[in-house]
């Protein structure tokens, strides 16, 4: 596993009609920056690597249907893809959720300095160095 998994490495499947979608959705990709696109093991079969925090392969598939490609629409990849989205969807949560909100700390930082801890010692700095 690599560290906290935010390279994704991604199959899209075309539809097996029209022929050529693979190919033609390829060369769309290939310019696209933070984005490495190849042919997959079969004719309709396409690999995508990219960064979560860029892209999503909802994102990624949701534009390539809007330019008139068809992506299998099969069970089994159905259900890969919407575990797909699901997953990437609450990584972006959770990345977002841990970005650090500089003004609560402060705030927080100035609520502390004015609170009275328990740590201080209330014994008169005359009888301190008392021996």
Not at 36 to 60: D, F, H, K, P, Q
Not at 96 to 115: G, L, M, T
Request: net charge negative; proline share 3%.
């Amino acid at each position: 596993m690599r560290p906290c998994d935010l390279e994704k490495d991604r199959e899209i499947v075309f539809h097996a009609l029209p022929e050529g979608q693979a190919e033609r959705a390829l060369a769309l990709l290939e310019g696209m920056e933070g984005l490495a696109a190849v042919a997959g093991r079969e004719s309709n079969y396409l690999l995508v690597r990219y960064n979560v925090c860029e892209y999503t392969l909802e994102g990624l598939e949701l534009a390539l249907s809007n330019q008139g490609f068809h992506l299998d629409n099969s069970l089994l990849c159905k259900l890969k893809r919407a575990l797909a989205y699901f997953c990437e969807s609450v990584q972006r949560r959770n990345i977002a959720a841990n970005e650090p909100d500089i003004k609560s700390q402060q705030a927080f930082v100035k609520v502390y300095e004015r609170h009275l801890h328990g740590d201080r010692d209330e014994t008169p700095e005359e009888w301190r160095d008392y021996k």
